[in-house]
């Protein structure tokens, strides 16, 4: 079992739709990232948490460190938020990130 | 700021070629790391370093060398190259490891062996 689990895989929205992307994680962190790739593209840092929530326009992140849980949500999701969100955890006492495997989003409009 | 500047960006390799993936910042990060991108996996740590002159293993290290001789650069070398070196790889830096900073990735590097 991988350490930090990602869910839904593959997610295809309406514009307009609220997205909801999860991460669980097995492992004490202390904090935690939402990254997003385009396709073809880098990786961009959108969050990172190492406890409650952030807000950065549209996209809200929460973390619950008691659930191990993390959601990332998009409000009134637009064609151009189409790409891969990546999950990673910082652990305690070591200087490696953990990743997810990512969530694929398509959002049609 | 370029921020972290990954080159080449495309490359076809043949089996048992050598070649480096350049990595730069002008950040002044003390931490930088190369990863690999496989499909169905989560990004692996291949090697980093935490300053200038100290590299160490990450996730994956074999068949991959590193050195870190300026806080600058940081480039990845593929010593004899294999098929199962496919992947697509990312650089990325960091002000340190301390809590709360964030993560910076160059744009990624294609590569293909043949």
């Known amino acids: 079992k991988n350490e930090v689990e990602q869910s839904p895989q593959n997610l295809t929205a309406q514009e307009g739709e609220f997205i909801t992307i999860n991460c669980s994680y097995s492992?004490?962190?202390?904090?935690l990232h939402w990254l997003q790739q385009h396709p073809g593209g880098g990786i961009v840092s959108l969050f990172m948490l190492s406890s409650g929530k952030k807000k950065h326009g549209r996209l809200i992140a929460t973390i619950n460190i008691q659930e191990k849980h993390s959601s990332l949500h998009i409000t009134a999701s637009h064609p151009r938020d189409s790409a891969v969100y990546i999950c990673a955890v910082e652990t305690y006492n070591t200087d490696k990130l953990i990743f997810g495997t990512g969530t694929r989003l398509q959002v049609f409009p | 700021n370029a921020g972290v500047t990954q080159t080449p960006k495309f490359q076809v390799l043949k089996t048992g070629q050598s070649m480096t993936l350049q990595c730069a910042q002008d950040?002044?990060?003390?931490?930088m790391s190369w990863y690999r991108q496989d499909p169905g996996m989560g990004l692996r740590l291949i090697h980093y370093s935490v300053g200038a002159g100290i590299t160490d293993q990450g996730e994956v290290p074999n068949g991959y060398n590193v050195s870190r001789s300026t806080t600058e650069d940081f480039p990845l070398r593929l010593l004899s190259a294999a098929p199962s070196q496919t992947s697509v790889y990312f650089c990325?830096?960091?002000?340190?490891?301390?809590?709360?900073?964030?993560?910076?990735f160059g744009e990624g590097s294609w590569l293909t062996v043949v």
């Open positions: 990325a830096s960091r002000p340190n490891f301390a809590v709360g900073n964030t993560i910076y």
């Open positions: 492992v004490g962190i202390s904090a």
């Open positions: 950040m002044n990060h003390e931490y």
